[in-house]
């Protein structure tokens, strides 16, 4: 899978290498999971696109979109089923401020957030108890096999459930 990683706005740094690197080991992961994840053949589609956005645009998507007229951090968006999983749109600035109450580098965010997004274009929800539950569930999951393979002595340690 080709994945796609742009800045669409001046400032700010971005971590596209590492955005990158670690989104490939987390599909990796994913596709040997195969028996766990719903809808895995969407994983053989040929692309994802993770574009980092400021807040203006986000509040605008996030307006039109989702009618909060409000940043967010993340907003996913699935793809056509031909060739690509969908689109992540991550707001920088946003995501600093979900770190600031929790012990979570920006950079474990991102994974989280990564994470969760992939999730939901795979079709993952958590509208309600039950698909919450199963959605952090599969979550979860995934990230601990991702910390078992990075850091095995710490695998049981690794869960970012916010």
Same mark, same amino acid.
């Given at each position: 899978?080709?994945?796609?990683?742009?800045?669409?706005?001046?400032?700010?740094?971005?971590?596209?290498?590492?955005?990158?690197?670690?989104?490939?080991?987390?599909?990796?992961?994913?596709?040997?999971?195969?028996?766990?994840?719903? %809808?895995?053949?969407?994983?053989?589609?040929?692309?994802?696109?993770?574009?980092? *956005?400021?807040?203006?645009?986000?509040?605008?998507? %996030?307006?039109?979109?989702?009618?909060?007229?409000?940043?967010?951090?993340?907003?996913?968006?699935?793809?056509?089923?031909?060739?690509?999983?969908?689109?992540?749109?991550?707001?920088?600035?946003?995501?600093?401020?979900?770190?600031? %109450?929790? +012990?979570?580098?920006?950079?474990?965010?991102?994974?989280? *957030?990564?994470?969760?997004?992939?999730?939901?274009?795979?079709?993952?929800?958590? +509208?309600?108890?039950?698909?919450?539950?199963?959605?952090?569930?599969?979550? %979860?999951?995934?990230?601990?096999?991702?910390?078992?393979?990075?850091?095995?002595?710490?695998?049981?340690?690794?869960?970012?459930?916010?």
């Amino acid at each position: 899978m080709i994945i796609h990683i742009e800045q669409d706005y001046r400032g700010q740094r971005v971590y596209k290498s590492f955005t990158t690197q670690w989104t490939q080991m987390f599909l990796d992961v994913l596709k040997k999971s195969k028996k766990d994840i719903k %809808n895995i053949k969407r994983l053989e589609l040929s692309e994802l696109s993770i574009v980092y *956005i400021d807040e203006a645009k986000m509040k605008t998507l %996030n307006k039109k979109y989702r009618g909060f007229s409000k940043s967010t951090d993340v907003l996913s968006f699935k793809g056509d089923d031909l060739f690509s999983l969908g689109e992540v749109l991550l707001c920088q600035e946003q995501m600093k401020l979900k770190t600031v %109450n929790t +012990d979570l580098s920006l950079k474990l965010y991102t994974q989280f *957030i990564i994470c969760h997004s992939v999730l939901h274009l795979l079709g993952y929800r958590h +509208d309600t108890v039950k698909t919450e539950d199963e959605m952090l569930s599969m979550q %979860n999951l995934m990230l601990k096999k991702i910390a078992k393979k990075l850091a095995p002595k710490y695998k049981n340690e690794f869960d970012i459930s916010l």
